[in-house]
Structure formats: C-alpha cells, structure tokens
C-alpha cells in the first residue's frame, strides 16, 4: 500500500476554496461533501466490480496551471474540419485564441463560467441536475469542481448550421492534475443540432479527467452527440453523458473510445415525454491492457417510448471490457419498445469481456430485448479475405473493421467519420497493407 | 501450369479427396463433373487453401510453386483464384474498399506498382462491363444483400481484377437464371486466353454449352473416374451420373 500524506479528498476540498463563490457554491459543496462520503470504492461496491481505482484514490491532483496555453499547431491534427466552429479547452483551461465558436441569433453558446458569473439563472434548472452525482466519485467530484465548459442553448425553432466542437486536450506536468471537462445543451423545443466532444491527451502526464456531459432536449427535439476519447497513455477517464429527453425528440450520444489506459463512461437517458426515442451507441477499441467500461441506463418514464442501445467493444492483449444496461420501465410506461446489444469480438486468448443486461419493468405492455455476444472473428469471412490475397493479419483487421463499421457507418458528421475509421485502421495489425479509407 | 498428383485430403479425418491426379495447361478449360458429395467442392477449396481441410497425401504445383507451400494469399497472388460457391457477406467493409486492400497485396507480392486511386477506378469501369456488373453494388458491404446472380457476377469480376493464372469455378452456375448464366460464361470467355486456365467445377452440363471445355472430368467417390473431350458432358447429361459410378477409375 502507497503511504498517503495527503487525503485526497481533503486536497479537493483545499483547491474548492479557491474557487469563486457564486450562484453554484452549494451544489458545489454538495457535491464535494458526497464525494468525501463516497470515495473512491473498492472492487467489492457493486457498481465498481469491474474497474479497480485504487491507484486514483492514492494520487493526490492539483488543478492545471490557470497560464496554460498551446501553439495552434498542436491542436491542428485533432481539428476535424478547419469550418467546424470549435471551443478549445487545455488542461481545463479555455483557449480564447484557439476557438472560432460564436453565437448568433438562437443559437447560445457560451463559457459556463461566463454564463455562471452573469445569469446563473439559466443554468440552475440544468446544471448537474441530470448526471447523478448521488452515488459516483467521478461525478461527486466533477460537479464539486465544476468552474468552467461550454454551454449550448438552442431558442425553440432554431437549427444548427454546422456540428459544434469542443476539445478538451489534456498535457498535464510533472506533478498529477485533475481534469473536469463540462457540457451543457439545451434544446429548445423544436431544435436541431449536432454536438462533438474530442477528449486529446498530448503525452504521458498522469491526469485524471471526469467529462460530465448533460444534453437536455425539449419536445421534437432532433440532437446528436458525440464523444471521441483519445487520453494519453496515463489518463484516467472517466465520465457521464446524460440525456432528458421530451416528447417527439430523437436524441443521439455515441461514444467513440480509441485512446487511454481506463475509459469508464456512465450514459443515462430519461425520456420523459412520449414518443421519445434514445440512441445510445458506443465502439471502443481495447489494446494493451486497456480497460472499459461502458455503464448504461435507459429510463422510459412515460409510455410510447423507443431506445436502442448498440454497443460494441473490440478487444485485444489484456484488454478487458464491462458492458451493464439497465432498462427501466416505469410504471404506466406502456408501449415502451427498448432493445439493447452488446457485441463483444476477442481477438486474444487473454482478453475479457462481461456484459450484465438488467431490465427493471414495472408496465405490463412492453417490447424490451437485450443481446449480449462475446466472439471471435468469423473463419469463413477471414477465409474469403485470404482467397482474395489479403495477407491473414490484415484479413482480420479488414474483419475488425466490418465490425466497427456497423457503429462508424452511423457517424453522421462526415469529418469524424473519416478521422474515426483512420484512427481504427491506424491502430490494427497490419494496416499497411489496408487501403486508405476515403 | 496446374500438376495435381495423387491428392488426398480429408476433413475432421474423414477422407474426401482420394489420390486425385490432374493437369491444366496454360491456357486450357477443363471441366471437373461429378454427383453431390463426390469431393467437387472440397477440391476447389484446397485449392484455394482453406485451413479446414487437411491435405493427407499428394502435391499441387502452379507454374512451379509448390502451392501446398503457401498460405491463401499467397496461392492467390501466385495467381489461383477461386470463386466461391456460396460468397460470404461481410457487412461494414465496403465492396471497393476490400478489392483495393486485395489488389493492393497482392501487386505488391507480385512486385508490382500499387494502383493509384484514378488507375483503380478506371480498372474497376472496365472490368465490371465486362460481367455487365452495377459499379453501385461496388459501394455496398461485401456481397451484402446481392442477389444470387449478382454474388456470381461480383465472384467473376473480382477474378477479372485480380487476373489468375488459373481460375477454379466452383458451381458458379448453382441458383443462375438462364440470362445470368450467360452473362457470367461471357464474362469468363472474355477472359480465356493463351496464359490462363479455367477449372470449371459443375453438376450440369448447362454451364458448358457457354463455357465450353477441352476437357471433361468425371469425380465420384473423390476420384477422377473418366475423362474425355466435351462430348463427355453431354453423354453425362443424357444417361445421369450412373454411367460412371459402377465403372473403375479409367486413368487410375
């Protein structure tokens, strides 16, 4: 066992202090005193079976140096379209000279910290109001240490020309540093939009990042998010996407996990008004030893609802992967029509894969199925493959890419999709030999 | 020049292929006939390589390679193409994206220049017209959703750009209407020529009034029990299979 001088939650509580009081100081302390209640949990807590984070309760992390700026050339190869307005933020710091996002009439988009100083007003209904942090470490201490993101608030009626990005980079320093990227999107009622997260670590500095994203959507409502994690080889991550959803509206949240020793993502959709329909999608790539866990949860709280979980998890080396989905059916929510999937494909003897479905339904009228498959490649495909002259490691890479084809197809913006399908092929066996992808 | 001597292979040690001995000369079509469970199949895909059969006995020579030598890919850039009976769909790899990734490995074992983009494109319009194949089917997943005479025309199509030495056709004719069928023995007539060589792997005579061979083999029992000139398909047809299977091996 490490010998601590320093409690970390006490540290936390140290560098709360210094933070600005103001319309959001109690849910802060709130959140702070659940997190030194809560800790971190042992592999015995239910909830934290699969991911071990002892070495996180033994790291003490400071906040970023409030100086930290980047030359743009750094962040170049993680733009996804030079036209796509983006908010740059480094090691939790925004950078004003790298982000080209504006608002314009309907369309908000703003620092939290801005939003926070002069209309706190707009943010108390939503703010940490959607991603539980009752009962999580990470969350408790996002929301405790919650000080700045981006916020994105559509007037009814009004549409998004163009996909926003926000990157959150992280480089750390010599010393651990604590990371707590922030998203807020409401959307009016009638509102179409697209959302895109690229979480980047630039080397190896031990960071802890805990990304908590809410996505608020009133009726016919028409919004897709998505979450691209690419951490540095140190980079503990772990975060929330949350979804409310009202009535007629198709919200979307993918997760897009490439990069990063421990990839704990916790989704949770509430669809609140009727004909409501919750996408959840995630592909995530495990190498090395590699962790993910993907936790999802699906509420259908008013009947007439759909949601489709599909999720995916390659695996290679010593990687291991965690899938639990709950769907809970509320009482009186009939016609609900829920399907979960989780396809796991093994490509190493010493890699593991476990998927907990759990469905909780309290209506009688309800059409929910789940499916969980752990596999290896298919012989006859990779046969067929070869017979063609695609040498046998490239064969399967082409095999891993069919299979994380039926998530990246349903990438809709065209500049992630592209930079996703390289990012896989750059990380295969044998890609020299795979075609570019177009 | 295909040289099969005295072939024997087995699956899940249960003997199929049983002392096969064969030779293609450049340029020559034969045709391989012979009742269901005769051995036509497996034949084919031990010639492509395929791991779930086991070679017991025997060689398979192409232009000097030992083909047993090697592995799938490389029999198929040595130059043996197989097309498959039944075509496996591939959903999430796009039909041009897989071709590309194969041309591209296997000009690259053959030492060739890899195709640009423009070189790539400009092959594919030329050879799919060759087998009147849709080039829309080419920006789906791999054979997904085709229909059965489109699987066949993609089969030939992929033989067309990969250009073998020797093309072994296993039963392309099963599930074809009359009008694909023909379109299909065009495609491969198109494609006949003085350095390639043709096994064309049948139950019915059908095939071979379009694809028409120099020779005819009749397996059963796997073994080749008779061969002859293209009149021997026809005899098949008229009298059934029973008019070789109580007969002895004629070359054996």
Not at chain 1, 12 to 28: E, N
Not at chain 1, 65 to 80: G, K, M, Q, R
């Amino acid at each position: 066992m490490p010998t601590m001088t320093t409690d970390p939650a006490s540290t936390v509580a140290q560098r709360l202090k210094d933070l600005p009081s103001d319309a959001l100081s109690a849910r802060r302390e709130e959140a702070l005193a659940r997190y030194q209640d809560i800790q971190w949990p042992s592999m015995r807590d239910e909830a934290w079976r699969y991911t071990n984070t002892r070495e996180i309760a033994a790291t003490e992390f400071s906040g970023a140096d409030s100086s930290a700026t980047i030359d743009a050339d750094a962040v170049a190869p993680y733009v996804l379209d030079a036209d796509m307005p983006r908010i740059v933020f480094v090691d939790g710091i925004f950078q004003p000279d790298l982000s080209t996002a504006t608002s314009r009439p309907g369309v908000h988009i703003d620092r939290l910290a801005t939003v926070m100083a002069d209309a706190p007003e707009r943010l108390t209904d939503h703010l940490a109001a959607h991603a539980d942090w009752s009962d999580d470490p990470a969350c408790a201490l996002s929301t405790a240490m919650l000080t700045d993101g981006v916020m994105v608030e559509l007037d009814p009626g009004t549409r998004m020309d163009t996909p926003l990005h926000v990157m959150f980079l992280t480089r750390g320093g010599e010393a651990p540093i604590s990371v707590h990227p922030r998203v807020l999107v409401v959307a009016g009622d009638e509102t179409t939009g697209t959302v895109i997260e690229s979480h980047v670590g630039l080397g190896g500095n031990t960071v802890l990042t805990t990304p908590v994203t809410e996505l608020i959507a009133g009726d016919k409502v028409n919004l897709d998010h998505y979450r691209m994690v690419r951490e540095g080889s140190n980079t503990w991550h772990l975060g929330d996407i949350a979804l409310h959803q009202g009535a007629h509206s198709e919200v979307s949240s993918c997760l897009l996990a490439f990069d990063g020793p421990m990839i704990r993502t916790r989704m949770r959709a509430t669809l609140a008004g009727e004909h409501g329909n919750a996408i959840l999608h995630g592909l995530a790539l495990g190498h090395g030893a590699r962790h993910i866990e993907n936790l999802l949860r699906v509420n259908h709280m008013v009947p007439n609802c759909r949601s489709r979980e599909s999720f995916k998890h390659v695996l290679e080396d010593n990687s291991t992967a965690a899938f639990t989905g709950r769907i809970y059916v509320a009482e009186g929510a009939q016609k609900t029509d829920a399907v979960q999937t989780n396809r796991n494909l093994v490509l190493s003897p010493t890699a593991r894969a476990s998927a907990r479905p759990q469905l909780e339904i309290y209506a009688d009228d309800v059409k929910c199925t789940h499916g969980a498959t752990t596999g290896e490649l298919d012989q006859e495909s990779l046969f067929y493959l070869q017979a063609r002259g695609v040498p046998t490691a490239a064969a399967r890479s082409m095999l891993v890419q069919a299979f994380a084809g039926e998530i990246l197809d349903d990438v809709a913006p065209d500049s992630l999709r592209g930079q996703a399908q390289m990012l896989l092929r750059d990380r295969l066996p044998a890609a020299e030999h795979l075609a570019m992808v177009e | 020049m295909l040289q099969i001597t005295n072939l024997h292979a087995s699956i899940d040690d249960t003997p199929i292929l049983r002392g096969i001995d064969l030779t293609i000369k450049d340029g020559e079509v034969h045709s391989l006939m012979g009742p269901n469970g005769s051995g036509k199949s497996t034949l084919a895909k031990v010639l492509a390589g395929d791991e779930a059969y086991e070679v017991t006995d025997g060689s398979i020579v192409l232009d000097g390679q030992d083909l047993l030598e090697l592995d799938p890919h490389e029999r198929a850039a040595a130059g043996m193409f197989m097309a498959f009976q039944y075509p496996v769909e591939i959903p999430g790899v796009t039909m041009k994206y897989f071709l590309r990734t194969a041309m591209n490995s296997v000009r690259k074992y053959r030492e060739q220049e890899e195709l640009d983009a423009y070189e790539f494109l400009s092959l594919v319009k030329e050879r799919a017209a060759m087998v009147e194949l849709d080039t829309d089917l080419l920006d789906r997943p791999v054979n997904g959703g085709f229909s059965g005479g489109e699987k066949k025309r993609a089969e030939i199509f992929q033989m067309a750009m990969l250009e073998p030495s020797i093309c072994v056709l296993d039963e392309t004719d099963s599930g074809l209407d009359i009008d694909a069928l023909r379109t299909v023995a065009d495609g491969v007539n198109k494609m006949r020529g003085a350095d390639r060589s043709f096994l064309v792997i049948t139950h019915y005579q059908r095939l071979l009034t379009y694809i028409v061979p120099d020779i005819v083999h009749v397996l059963v029992d796997g073994r080749i029990v008779r061969s002859g000139g293209k009149e021997l398909a026809l005899e098949l047809e008229e009298q059934g299979y029973a008019l070789v299977e109580d007969g002895h091996p004629v070359d054996a």
